[in-house]
Nanobody, 121 residues
Framework: QVQLVESGGGLVQAGGSLRLSCGVS????????MGWYRQAPGNQRELVAG???????NYADSVKGRFTISRDNDKKMVYLEMNNLKPEDTAVYYC???????????????WGQGTQVTVSS
């Protein structure tokens, strides 16, 4: 069974930094797109940063210049370095992965359980 497990959330003051990590466990054929969404109370889930299947990156305008996404393909890990955090970054952050479980299967999206990031002013 494929699972995504996140870590690294927490409480930080405005201007501080956090690093989120997400790993994929289980047997897979290929890990394609991977990245992070977030959801604040009363808001829709939004893309924060992600890798496309071609390896390029996308960032939400609100985090450009402050957040950096990186990945380790051998370890099936993705990371989100968050600097100069603002109170409006407060949300539950969800890791996602687009996985091909076998060479015959189509892509499926999997989600982590979410990790809370709280930025105090």
């Amino acid at each position: 069974q494929v699972q995504l497990v996140e870590s690294g959330g927490g409480l930080v003051q405005a201007g501080g930094s956090l690093r989120l990590s997400c790993g994929v466990s289980g047997s897979i054929f290929r890990l394609n797109a991977m990245g992070w969404y977030r959801q604040a109370p009363g808001n829709q889930r939004e893309l924060v940063a992600g890798f496309t299947s071609s390896g390029s990156t996308n960032y939400a305008d609100s985090v450009k210049g402050r957040f950096t996404i990186s990945r380790d393909n051998d370890k099936k890990m993705v990371y989100l370095e968050m600097n100069n955090l603002k109170p409006e970054d407060t949300a539950v952050y969800y890791c996602y992965g687009v996985v091909q479980r076998t060479y015959r299967s189509t892509d499926e999206i999997y989600w982590g359980q979410g990790t809370q990031v709280t930025v105090s002013s």
